[in-house]
């Protein structure tokens, strides 16, 4: 939505009429094929048009309506586009053609192999920002960018640009400390335990998550369970000013909007490119004040990052990048051959992290571990420890249940801590011979989990019973899937059956 610009000829007299659409992001016009305005000015299926209302304006995609739900002189809108006009049943908008969009011939020209230049990628993360691009060609943009990847000058000039669009938070003191992991890794779900630790330990973490892209779960989908994550600035402000750090979705603030955006198309295309994950990644942290970063590279044959190659690669960039903006980063390359934890999904996932800041007896070690080394870490980038004695104090602020209290806190500042749900229905599935455990694919035991209904389904998904290199009976319990209706577990049901060696049992 935008407030201002001249763009065409405009057409007064179209009444509004609400139809209840919901085209989740997308802006939508819903005209008749033979009303006036789309036969004298050829807005065919699928033109693009400028809205307007008062003061306020969007550029929406035409969908035509050939039923009597709408008369020649009536429009409907989808839902996101009335909330961003502000408009009423009744309302008069007037449309016109919008302006040449400039930015998409550049967009062309990566495709067709040359590199973007000056200011080309501020030109079209500003027109994506403003709501410029259809999703086609936001999805031409995130293609091009995958296909013909990024080299480091661009990476830095797509960095820059979507943080030059957004809001900036900005804090008395320093450092200002932060942790990403590159996802892939189904169950990874490390940020809540390492905030709770470093904060514990003094030092100021602002942590702002992504919901998840082509995962079953993102930081911001766990901590819904738990807690209220929907936070503006001012919100994020009190609770960090409050506590030290907080645990708030990104998408509820403009910071780095244009993320949002892309990661929208991207994980309906289940794309995620090295140039825009760097530039992803790196421009959040920034806007959000950053000046430490430690981040989590986890890599294996069915992670998002495949090999040590791959994994030593996108190091390099994320540092030099990093280091571009003046941003302190050291980079961990993990484990990535199977799911962290038990729980893969919403609810799951804040199980295991409640779990291990609680220290029971049965918490899932690797998440545990995984914590404490990326805790351990930042504390000792920040100088709150010596080199070296990081791990040790990040186990004792976890032991000692400093870090649960400090997490208590935080959750209450944002407006409270509370038990994750259970799903209604659940089914396990089984060791079909004897032997040892020897693969457990990611990839597959994510979709899974999105097939039983997450991250949208907040208890939905997948409770791991088994890890590699364990012996197993035929008959066994290799994991559970859990739903909250019968239609998304029989779809799981439906494609596990297709893929019966998600998990790989050996006889040996």
């Known amino acids: 939505m935008t407030t201002s610009g001249e763009e065409g000829a ?27 305005i789309c036969r004298a000015e050829g807005f065919s299926a699928q033109a693009r048009v400028r809205v307007d209302l008062g003061d306020r304006f969007i550029i929406a995609t035409v969908h035509h309506v050939n039923t009597d739900l709408l ?35 550049k967009v ?40 013909r990847d990024l080299d480091e000058a661009e990476r830095i000039a797509l960095t820059k640009a979507m943080v030059d669009v957004g809001d900036r938070l900005e804090w008395p003191c320093t450092p200002v400390v932060d942790k990403h992991c590159i996802g892939g890794l189904p169950g990874n779900r490390t940020t809540p335990i390492v905030v709770s630790i470093v904060a514990a330990n003094g030092l100021l973490m602002p942590k702002t998550s992504s919901r998840a892209i082509t995962s079953p779960a993102g930081t911001a989908d766990t901590m819904e369970v738990l807690t209220k994550v929907d936070l503006d600035l001012a919100a994020i402000r009190r ?14 603030v403009r910071l780095s909007p244009a993320d949002d955006l892309l990661i929208r198309i991207e994980r309906t295309l289940d794309i995620d490119s090295d140039g825009q994950l760097v530039a992803s990644v790196l421009s959040k942290k920034i806007a959000a004040g950053a000046t430490h970063l430690v981040l989590d590279i986890p890599y294996g044959p069915t992670a998002k990052v495949r090999s040590l190659e791959a994994a030593e690669k ?22 990535g051959t199977e799911p962290v934890g038990r729980g893969i999904g919403p609810a799951l996932e804040a199980r295991d992290v409640l779990s291990v800041l609680r220290c029971e007896q049965d918490a899932p070690e690797d998440l545990r571990d995984r914590a404490i080394t990326l805790a351990g870490c930042l504390l000792e980038m920040a100088g709150c420890v010596n080199a070296g004695a990081g791990v040790a ?45 020897s693969r457990v694919d990611n990839r597959r035991i994510a979709q899974v989990a999105k097939l039983l209904g997450a991250p949208d389904a907040k208890a939905a998904g997948v409770l791991m019973r088994v890890r590699v290199g364990d012996r197993v009976e035929a008959g066994a319990p290799l994991y559970e899937m859990h739903a909250e209706t019968t239609g998304e577990l029989a779809y799981a049901q439906a494609y596990v059956d297709q893929n019966p060696d998600i998990i790989a049992v050996e006889v040996n």
Not at 17 to 34: A, F, P, T, V, W
């Open 239 to 252: 609770v960090v000013e409050s506590e030290g750090a907080c645990l708030a979705w990104g998408g509820a």
């Open 314 to 335: 996108l190091k390099a960039s994320l540092l030099d990048v990093a280091a571009a903006f003046g941003l302190k980063a050291q980079a961990v390359l993990s484990d």
């Open 71 to 105: 008369s020649d002189g009536e429009a409907s809108l989808s839902e996101r586009a009335w909330a961003l006009l502000g408009a009423s049943e009744g309302d008069c908008i007037s449309l016109s053609h919008p302006a040449l969009l400039q930015s998409l011939r």
């Open 108 to 147: 062309r020209g990566k495709i067709y192999g040359r590199a973007f230049e000056g200011d080309d990628l501020s030109s079209i993360v500003r027109d994506l920002t403003e709501g410029r691009y259809s999703d086609v060609e936001t999805a031409a943009f995130i293609t091009a960018c995958s296909a």
């Open 393 to 437: 104090r990040a186990t004792a602020t976890l032991d000692d249940g400093s870090a649960f209290k400090k997490f208590e806190a935080i959750c209450a500042a944002q407006g409270g801590l509370a038990e994750p749900p259970v799903a209604k229905h659940r089914w396990v599935v089984e060791a079909a011979k004897s032997g040892r455990v």
């Open 10 to 36: 405009c057409h007064l007299g179209i009444r509004l009429k609400r139809l209840g659409i919901n085209s989740r992001s997308d802006h939508i016009i819903y005209m008749r094929e033979d009303c006036a």
